[in-house]
């Protein structure tokens, strides 16, 4: 199972490590050239360089069916959406900005200080990291792992 990672960066300034830490894909096998070979087998290296294409043709196959499936396509989408709609809500801000003219109106001092502060009616968006909002190659790999231990019964300890 090899892991598709981003670029590391390498320099004085990053540490040599991967950027984005969690596997999205596993492309299967991982080992290319980790097989025994057969006893009875009279040219080892040609059985090896056999081998070894039949498993870097499996990894070309399991790589163009994570990308022919759409995984990404999905998740490009809606940030695109999110995005349009950031900048929509930019822009609709900055026509707000350029129409206010500090000069037409006066405010005195004591409007100043009785006025209630401020308060957004955006509610947060809560939740952000469910189970349904993770990638699917990302759910694939959680379903596999063994299940967390139950932490919850040391909460009478704490």
């Known amino acids: ?45 040609e059985c090896v360089t056999n081998i070894s294409l039949a498993n870097i043709i499996r990894q070309l196959g399991s790589l163009s069916e994570c990308l022919l499936c759409g995984v990404g396509c999905p998740y490009a989408g809606a940030f695109a959406i999110r995005v349009n709609t950031l900048g929509d809500r930019v822009d609709r801000l900055q026509v707000k900005v350029t129409q206010l003219d500090p000069k037409e109106e006066e405010v005195s001092l004591q409007a100043i200080t009785t006025r209630k502060a401020f308060r957004s009616s955006l509610t947060q968006d809560q939740q952000l990291f469910t189970r349904p909002s993770l990638p699917m190659p990302v759910q694939d790999t959680y379903e596999t792992c063994n299940p967390p231990p139950p932490l919850n019964y040391l909460s009478q300890y704490r």
Not at 17 to 37: A, D, G, K
């Open 1 to 45: 199972m090899t892991h598709l990672l981003l670029p590391t960066r390498v320099g004085p300034h990053f540490p040599q490590h991967p950027t984005m830490p969690l596997v999205t894909r596993n492309i299967e096998p991982r080992h290319v050239c980790r097989q025994t070979i057969p006893v009875n087998i009279r040219s080892e290296l």
